[in-house]
């Protein structure tokens, strides 16, 4: 079976790994480069921030992220040499209008990566001495990790350009569809190529809407701008993730530390702002003072694709009896990443799937009026 996904971004790299292993060829096609764009641009948390705030069909999802990324790493990093840098770092998080309802949905869901304890000051200086005096408890999610997304992009993208079940396109426009007897025939490119496959997969994150007119749907999907720092700091000086007011730290294993992060509705602009880089910065160094004596070593925007609930839409699209979706998972991409290509795949597939594939349905798209007319 050959499958052509459109867009190379975390979730189409993810899908075409879920695919080849069933023994699938895979074209993919990218507008720019493989590896880039939103996926590039996140933070890497492998959970959902303040998965209370969430809809239970994204924590299903975001559950797998880490164990699954362990896996892909385990196998994939003999052939490509790229750690993804899986870093069990925990994260603390200082909202105290949220410490009631953490616990509380510890308690009630029993998830060990959302397990969390409750922390006073002189436990909270144990486990991160360099949070601010201000702080004067936490609760503390132990189980919680973040990946090196420009890494894992690395890996995954190396490992499918040598696998001989995989062909990717880059600085390809895929400008429509051929549809013919409510099947796609192929895709055409903006230089007039056609390509043709079994099966098509829409995975363009924040350009998702762009297909809205030709497939006669509504698809509201659209971008949001976040934007991020880089700190460069000592080796292991940061022993946590925190969070507070929806602003977080995220250290690497080398000493760099990822803080951000905006929402900004900009369209498709993804130029960084020099207010939205000193909000980020007065909010890191208020959790972590001693932040303010390293260097900012790089700043940069990303382009969320946004959904109304940030449950992203994955299966078969309406009308059409090849073309599939895996898109719309806003915030939360990284961590939803793995599970949503599992679940895209045994789908494809007919094959028993790890969660309730209803709740992703693109059933919940609106058709526009006369849809169906010229499919």
């Given at each position: 079976?050959?499958?052509?996904?459109?867009?190379?971004?975390?979730?189409?790299?993810?899908?075409?790994?879920?695919?080849?292993?069933?023994?699938?060829?895979?074209?993919?096609?990218?507008?720019?480069?493989?590896?880039?764009?939103?996926?590039?641009?996140?933070?890497?948390?492998?959970?959902?921030?303040?998965?209370?705030?969430?809809?239970?069909?994204?924590?299903?999802?975001?559950?797998?992220?880490?164990?699954?990324?362990?896996?892909?790493?385990?196998?994939?990093?003999?052939?490509?040499?790229?750690?993804?840098?899986i870093h069990e770092t925990g994260m603390l998080i200082f909202d105290e209008a949220d410490f009631e309802i953490g616990l509380n949905y510890?308690?009630?869901?029993?998830?060990?990566?959302?397990?969390?304890?409750?922390?006073?000051?002189?436990?909270?200086?144990?486990?991160?001495?360099?949070?601010?005096?201000?702080?004067?408890?936490?609760?503390?999610?132990?189980?919680?990790?973040?990946?090196?997304?420009?890494?894992?992009?690395?890996?995954?993208?190396?490992?499918?350009?040598?696998?001989?079940?995989?062909?990717?396109?880059?600085?390809?426009?895929?400008?429509?569809?051929?549809?013919?007897?409510?099947?796609?025939?192929?895709?055409?490119?903006?230089?007039?190529?056609?390509?043709?496959?079994?099966?098509?997969?829409?995975?363009?994150?924040?350009?998702?809407?762009?297909?809205?007119?030709?497939?006669?749907?509504?698809?509201?999907?659209?971008?949001?701008?976040?934007?991020?720092?880089?700190?460069?700091?000592?080796?292991?000086?940061?022993?946590?993730?925190?969070?507070?007011?929806?602003?977080?730290?995220?250290?690497?294993?080398?000493?760099?530390?990822?803080?951000?992060?905006?929402?900004?509705?900009?369209?498709?602009?993804?130029?960084?702002?020099?207010?939205?880089?000193?909000?980020?910065?007065?909010?890191?160094?208020?959790?972590?003072?001693?932040?303010?004596?390293?260097?900012?070593?790089?700043?940069?925007?990303?382009?969320?694709?946004?959904?109304?609930?940030?449950?992203?839409y994955i299966g078969k699209m309406p009308e059409l009896n090849n073309l599939w979706a895996n898109f719309g998972h806003y915030r939360n991409?990284?961590?939803?990443?793995?599970?949503?290509?599992?679940?895209?795949?045994?789908?494809?597939?007919?094959?028993?799937?790890?969660?309730?594939?209803?709740?992703?349905?693109?059933?919940?798209?609106?058709?526009?009026?006369?849809?169906g007319v010229i499919l």
């Open positions: 079976m050959h499958i052509a996904i459109i867009g190379a971004g975390v979730s189409g790299l993810l899908s075409a790994l879920e695919l080849i292993e069933q023994g699938c060829t895979v074209t993919l096609f990218d507008q720019q480069h493989a590896g880039q764009a939103a996926s590039w641009a996140g933070g890497g948390i492998l959970s959902p921030m303040y998965p209370w705030r969430y809809p239970r069909e994204v924590n299903h999802l975001a559950q797998y992220g880490k164990q699954l990324y362990q896996d892909w790493n385990k196998k994939l990093l003999p052939q490509t040499g790229i750690d993804f840098e510890k308690d009630q869901y029993q998830e060990p990566m959302q397990h969390c304890e409750y922390l006073s000051r002189e436990k909270l200086k144990q486990v991160n001495p360099q949070i601010s005096e201000q702080f004067q408890h936490a609760i503390y999610f132990p189980q919680l990790a973040n990946v090196r997304n420009p890494r894992l992009l690395k890996s995954l993208v190396s490992y499918l350009k040598q696998h001989p079940l995989v062909e990717i396109r880059e600085n390809t426009w895929i400008e429509k569809f051929n549809i013919q007897n409510q099947k796609i025939q192929s895709v055409q490119t903006t230089n007039g190529q056609h390509f043709s496959a079994d099966h098509f997969v829409i995975a363009t994150g924040a350009w998702s809407n762009c297909w809205s007119e030709q497939l006669q749907v509504s698809i509201p999907v659209e971008p949001v701008q976040g934007q991020m720092m880089l700190f460069k700091s000592p080796e292991n000086w940061l022993p946590t993730m925190c969070m507070n007011n929806v602003m977080y730290l995220i250290p690497r294993t080398d000493g760099h530390i990822v803080c951000g992060s905006s929402m900004n509705h900009l369209g498709f602009d993804h130029r960084p702002s020099i207010t939205v880089q000193q909000n980020i910065y007065k909010a890191c160094v208020e959790m972590v003072p001693e932040l303010a004596n390293f260097p900012i070593v790089k700043q940069w925007a990303g382009l969320r694709p946004s959904s109304p609930t940030g449950i992203p991409g990284l961590c939803m990443g793995p599970a949503s290509a599992r679940l895209l795949r045994q789908l494809i597939l007919k094959q028993e799937t790890l969660v309730d594939a209803k709740a992703y349905s693109t059933q919940r798209l609106k058709l526009s009026e006369g849809a």
